[in-house]
């Protein structure tokens, strides 16, 4: 099921919970690989640390980020890769199958 980098582009369009941001921010925790906080995220890249906070809590929701269970910090999952390497379709992220 591997997307084009076009469909990547466009995936927020096609899934109505995706947000332009939460490709950005899946990759800069895949990116250092191991657990980030909202406010490291915040640092690094060009959103607010509510923004991202709010992001990472519905990211985790969906199952693309496991949530630290004594802290609000977030790692990527299986789902979150699967995503940065344009290996779902947007049918795999509908609200319905998640």
């Given at each position: 099921?591997?997307?084009?980098?076009?469909?990547?582009?466009?995936?927020?369009?096609?899934?109505?919970?995706?947000?332009?941001?939460?490709?950005?921010?899946?990759?800069?925790?895949?990116?250092?690989?191991?657990w980030?906080?909202?406010?490291?995220?915040?640092?690094?890249?060009?959103?607010?640390?509510?923004?991202?906070?709010?992001?990472?809590?519905t990211?985790?929701?969906?199952?693309?980020?496991?949530?630290?269970?004594?802290?609000?910090?977030?790692?990527?999952?299986?789902?979150?890769?699967?995503?940065?390497?344009?290996?779902?379709?947007?049918?795999?992220l509908?609200?319905?199958?998640?």
């Open positions: 099921m591997t997307g084009s980098a076009e469909d990547s582009d466009e995936m927020h369009r096609r899934v109505d919970w995706l947000k332009p941001s939460d490709r950005v921010i899946l990759a800069e925790i895949g990116k250092y690989g191991g980030m906080k909202p406010a490291t995220l915040a640092l690094n890249i060009g959103y607010t640390r509510g923004h991202i906070a709010r992001r990472c809590q990211l985790a929701e969906k199952g693309f980020l496991e949530k630290h269970e004594e802290t609000a910090a977030y790692q990527l999952t299986k789902l979150g890769k699967d995503f940065l390497n344009d290996e779902l379709e947007p049918e795999d509908t609200t319905d199958s998640q």
